[in-house]
């Protein structure tokens, strides 16, 4: 059996020891003889006029547009809360895992970031596009393409490729960024429109709201998962990441509890 050696201190680094110690003794006394502050009062404290969290236009200007909760700078835990005060009886619950969907867009692929930029050709249109985008088009069902197509901006594939003005979920409907969800399309707990609450404040923090819309519905989901509908952005990068958003930290969510309004 080993048995670490010992070592003697030199005196100077047990006094400093002691000190340390001393100090963060009396450090704990004052703060243990500081008045309590609850909850309620540190909300009630009003906001400051200027900088950073004044305002969610301020934090805009820092950050992507898409980063600024839809219902406000608010934490969790009180969005939280507002749900349940909400409700006399919470709705259903139930427990998915929950994925992330993206519009990938064409100047997001390039050379220098590595990706496969082979000009291959969708079946039946006539331009090319580059291979990496191809596929993450035909997975994500979108693509922006860099030089539209007439009045098109995107680039669709629903079993055959095409061209799209807008992105569109499975009732002629345009998805809206971070509120649209897809589910698989014979799920009996939802139906188009239904409101649905994801509770999980990693999603919250990454997309800034618990409520969302069924807006989509897609054969290749599993009837335990919600797909969460980020917007248009570039791809993480080549290989598996092209089908993960660049400025989203979340790829996958496991056994989230989720609100069901019918």
Known sequence: MFFPRQT???CWVRHLTLLSLALFVS????????????????????????????????????????????EGIRSYSEALADIYETFDEPPET??????????????????????NMAPTKPRGLGRSFPADFVKATGVEGFGVMEDPSGSSEYLKYDGSWGYRTRIL?????????????AVHRRNSLFHPGVRVWIL?????????ALRYQTAD????????????????????????DIWRPATCDVAVRWIVPVLIWR
């Open 27 to 70: 450090l704990l006394s004052a703060h243990a003889a500081q008045p309590e502050v609850t909850w309620r009062e540190i909300l009630a404290i009003e906001k400051t006029p200027v900088g950073l969290l004044a305002s969610t236009d301020d934090f805009c200007e820092i950050a992507p547009p898409r980063a600024a909760a839809v």
């Open 200 to 208: 999980d404040p990693a999603l919250y923090n990454t997309f800034g």
């Open 94 to 115: 139930h427990y998915f895992f929950c994925t992330v969907y993206y519009t990938p867009r064409e100047s997001g692929f390039t050379k220098e970031r590595g990706f």
């Open 8 to 10: 003697i201190q030199p």
């Open 169 to 181: 979920g499975n009732r002629n409907n345009t998805l809206q960024d971070r509120e649209s969800l």
């Open 217 to 240: 519905t897609g054969g290749g989901l599993f009837k335990s998962q919600i797909d969460l509908y980020w917007g248009e952005d570039d791809p993480l990068g080549p290989g598996a």
